[in-house]
């Protein structure tokens, strides 16, 4: 599917549950990209989120089970509430400089994600953001260690304090809470993230566009054998009709023969008694 350039927002659900939809291309220009938008197209291979999206809602991909990668473009971006949840298939996610809020749920469920790239843009994560990514192995972080434990963690519960002191956490707690954030993640800091590709021995398309506007080829070397397969079922089924017909005769024929056997019969019987009368 080919998205047209004039179209700004794709509205809630617009594309939900279609499940033989393999690829899309969203053009730059869409800025809103609504709750639900592609939730349950369990088709859809691969995924650009344009630089112009600011918002990717509430399970705009969530259930999409045979995505496996993601590159988010990124300009001022947020990335809702379970937007990402139970892609089931998803290995690798780029999120380029812009993105500044990964929100609850996001990637949650997201067992094969091995690898995710984030932003030094990114100013808020929430804690449950890559709930049951149990493979999640590494960490790609584009700012340093300092920036990233500047990354404020949102829906960690705490528990209230009668103290001041005790209210107060010192930076090394700050510390280990974020690393609990990814605890079976290696972080790798300051790395610069260049041109993001989509591996092409994946499934999904790696240019969208030229895929869904490209016409389908059909071989001509192949259309004799088409042909040739019609007049075979045109034969089996004249041959099927003809074999009917045949046996629609029969059983008239065998009726007709009944009827007059029984006429034979009857005349004789009344030959028989008029004889034994006289």
Do not use: W
């Amino acid at each position: 599917v080919t998205i047209p350039e004039s179209i700004t927002k794709l509205d809630f659900g617009v594309f939900s549950s279609c499940t033989g939809l393999v690829s899309v291309f969203i053009p730059e220009g869409v800025s809103i990209i609504s709750d639900r938008a592609f939730k349950g197209c369990t088709g859809l291979r691969s995924v650009i989120i344009p630089e112009s999206v600011t918002t990717i809602g509430p399970s705009a991909f969530a259930g999409c089970t045979s995505l496996n990668a993601v590159i988010i473009l990124g300009s001022d971006t947020e990335i809702d509430d379970s937007a990402f949840a139970g892609c089931t298939s998803l290995t690798e996610v780029t999120i380029l400089d812009g993105v500044t809020e990964i929100g609850p749920r996001a990637f949650q469920g997201c067992r094969e994600l091995t690898s995710i790239t984030i932003p030094d843009s990114v100013t808020t994560i929430d804690i449950s953001a890559f709930e049951g990514c149990s493979k999640l192995k590494t960490v790609h972080y584009t700012g340093d260690e300092e920036q990233f434990a500047e990354i404020v963690i949102e829906g960690v519960e705490k528990e209230e304090e009668d103290e001041t002191e005790e209210e107060e956490e010192t930076e090394e707690e700050q510390e280990e809470e974020k690393i609990d954030l990814f605890p079976d993640a290696e972080i790798l800091y300051q790395v610069d993230v260049t041109e993001p590709t989509i591996d092409p021995t994946a499934p999904a398309v790696t240019n969208p566009a030229s895929a869904a506007t490209t016409k389908p080829t059909v071989d001509k070397d192949n259309k004799p054998d088409q042909n040739n397969d019609d007049k075979d079922d045109a034969a089996k089924n004249g041959s099927n009709e003809a074999m009917i017909i045949l046996i629609m005769i029969a059983a008239v024929a065998v009726s007709i023969a009944a009827v007059v056997l029984k006429v034979i019969v009857e005349r004789k019987r009344a030959k028989q008694d008029a004889e034994s009368d006289e």
